[in-house]
């Protein structure tokens, strides 16, 4: 593993007893994280799932949430706005918007995986306003 970057967490109330955020082997990109409510998806239906969670990201740094391709493929359930971002300046909680794009009710039971997290380094741009560009190559 390459310089782990540490990021702060904060267990809020309804968090208590889940595990943290963790990586599922040595080699995976994402972080699994869980669900801090039961709730269930009717077709069609979008929600912010809870996880009972808070975090401080370093300058610098986003966290990426992006859906569980088991999720997906088998029930139709992803997160729809693929990749989100939780900016290194947001300290509420954080939710993973799902949606259940099946055609049946989809539960999500308090303790399950619901998505995946990236941390990612961020670098932000300056616009440099020109009269003309390049051609395409």
């Known amino acids: 593993m390459n310089n782990p970057v540490g990021v702060q ?22 972080m699994d ?8 998806l009717e077709p069609g239906a979008r929600h912010a799932v809870a996880t009972g ?3 401080a ?3 610098g740094y986003e966290i990426q949430v992006r859906p569980r391709s088991g999720l997906a493929f088998k029930f139709g359930v992803t997160v729809p706005n693929t990749p989100g971002t ?17 055609s049946d009710d989809f ?9 995946q ?4 380094p961020v670098t932000q741009a300056v616009w440099h306003e020109v009269e003309q560009l390049d051609d395409t190559l």
Do not use: Q
């Open 86 to 102: 939780i900016d290194s300046d947001y300290r509420g909680e954080l939710k993973v918007l799902m949606i259940n794009h099946g």
């Open 9 to 30: 967490v904060k267990r809020l109330p309804h968090g208590e007893g889940l595990n943290l955020p963790a990586y599922a082997t040595s080699g995976a990109a994402g």
């Open 33 to 40: 994280i869980l669900s801090a409510e039961d709730v269930t």
């Open 107 to 115: 539960p999500i039971k308090r303790g399950e995986r619901v998505a």
């Open 57 to 59: 990201i370093p300058d």
């Open 117 to 120: 997290l990236v941390l990612a």
């Open 53 to 55: 969670l808070s975090v």
